[in-house]
């Protein structure tokens, strides 16, 4: 029961996360299973890309469906990410004591305020005006610095997609969000494989509480997510950036 409780809560922020703002569920998912049922770090975080796979997947489809995803130039991206996401693993490897987890939860955080305090009210025409070739050579460039960041550091990924789509690229929020989530089942997808494939199958029950959890969680978030104003989905992808943020600090503390 208690197994079952903290898989559902854990479930709750990470759905809420990917749905409202492209979040990686390994952001909130990792610390809650590692703090109160004692998992090994490494068996926590292919938990958490596992149920990040469905959840981003069904996001995407909800933001695809509204015609708030930009697939070519996610294509584009999601290459650079995931190769670049290869690298800067390879270069943490030779580098000792570089993790630096801590990272994409303050950066949860100070987003989430960001988006409260100064919301992005970008337009989809005013997105539409920049050429074709300036925004796939955008989409490389980001692809790379997310990719490398993301492999050397270990965390981050959504977060800094979502900052990037919207304050380096000019996306509008929801679209923003659209193309996170489709970015993130692929390299989400992969990193499970990956995790799975060199730490064997991790426990089953946490596994299929966590994935059905964040997947119905996601669900419920992309829906109210497309049918929300710009000024509404600020505020609300604010609100949950911000406690998904402060509470993981805390977790972080009970440790």
Same mark, same amino acid.
């Given at each position: 029961?208690?197994?079952? $409780?903290?898989?559902?809560?854990?479930?709750?922020?990470? @759905?809420?996360?990917?749905?409202?703002?492209?979040?990686?569920?390994?952001?909130? #998912?990792?610390?809650?299973?590692?703090?109160?049922? @004692?998992?090994?770090?490494?068996?926590?975080?292919?938990?958490? $890309?596992?149920?990040?796979?469905?959840?981003?997947?069904?996001?995407?489809?909800?933001?695809?469906?509204?015609?708030?995803?930009?697939?070519?130039? @996610?294509?584009?991206?999601?290459?650079?990410?995931?190769?670049?996401? $290869?690298?800067?693993?390879?270069?943490?490897?030779?580098?000792?004591?570089?993790?630096?987890?801590?990272?994409?939860?303050?950066?949860?955080?100070?987003?989430? #305020?960001?988006?409260?305090?100064?919301?992005?009210?970008?337009?989809?025409?005013?997105?539409?005006?920049?050429? =074709?070739?300036?925004?796939?050579?955008?989409?490389?460039?980001?692809? #790379?610095?997310?990719?490398?960041?993301?492999?050397?550091?270990?965390?981050?990924?959504?977060?800094?997609?979502?900052?990037?789509?919207?304050?380096?690229? @000019?996306?509008?929020?929801?679209? +923003?969000?659209?193309?996170?989530?489709?970015?993130?089942?692929?390299?989400?997808?992969?990193?499970?494989?990956?995790?799975?494939?060199?730490?064997?199958?991790?426990?089953?029950?946490?596994? #299929?509480?966590?994935?059905?959890?964040?997947?119905?969680?996601?669900?419920?978030?992309?829906?109210?997510?497309?049918?929300?104003?710009?000024?509404?989905?600020? =505020?609300?992808?604010?609100?949950?950036?911000?406690?998904?943020? +402060?509470?993981?600090?805390?977790?972080?503390?009970?440790?």
């Amino acid at each position: 029961m208690y197994k079952l $409780l903290i898989c559902f809560i854990a479930g709750i922020g990470a @759905g809420l996360g990917t749905g409202f703002a492209g979040m990686s569920a390994a952001a909130v #998912i990792s610390p809650m299973l590692i703090t109160f049922l @004692g998992l090994p770090a490494y068996e926590a975080v292919g938990i958490a $890309l596992a149920s990040d796979v469905l959840a981003s997947a069904v996001s995407a489809y909800t933001y695809g469906k509204n015609r708030n995803l930009d697939i070519k130039n @996610g294509i584009v991206m999601m290459i650079s990410v995931l190769v670049f996401t $290869l690298f800067g693993s390879w270069i943490a490897s030779l580098v000792p004591n570089t993790t630096m987890g801590s990272f994409s939860v303050f950066m949860t955080l100070l987003l989430g #305020i960001k988006f409260i305090v100064k919301p992005v009210m970008t337009t989809k025409e005013s997105m539409n005006q920049v050429s =074709r070739k300036k925004r796939i050579i955008q989409s490389v460039v980001c692809g #790379i610095v997310v990719g490398f960041i993301c492999g050397f550091i270990g965390a981050g990924g959504g977060m800094m997609m979502l900052l990037i789509l919207t304050s380096v690229l @000019g996306y509008e929020l929801k679209t +923003a969000v659209g193309t996170s989530v489709f970015i993130m089942t692929f390299t989400a997808f992969t990193g499970a494989v990956s995790h799975f494939t060199i730490g064997g199958m991790p426990d089953l029950w946490c596994l #299929i509480l966590c994935i059905a959890s964040t997947l119905l969680w996601a669900r419920v978030a992309a829906r109210f997510a497309n049918k929300a104003s710009a000024v509404t989905l600020n =505020r609300a992808t604010g609100v949950v950036l911000a406690v998904l943020g +402060a509470a993981i600090l805390a977790v972080n503390y009970v440790k």
